[in-house]
């Protein structure tokens, strides 16, 4: 599956959330949408547990 398409039902599941649910249910379904996107990455390798826990260097500061 593209990603295009990943997005479009995420949007559509959003959308549907929303208009029968509220603002309380859309805000449930992105929250939970985007820890199950964090765990899919994990569970695919492209994502390790100490990238969230790690300090930058020195050297890597962002302005």
């Known amino acids: 599956m593209s990603m295009a398409m990943a997005g479009m039902i995420a949007g559509m599941a959003l ?11 859309f805000l449930l379904v992105a929250a939970l949408g985007a820890v199950g996107f964090v765990a899919g990455r994990f569970l695919d390798g492209d994502l390790e547990p100490g990238d969230f826990f790690r300090g930058r260097e020195r050297g890597d500061r962002r302005r």
């Open 15 to 25: 959308g549907f959330a929303g208009y029968f649910g509220g603002f309380g249910a």
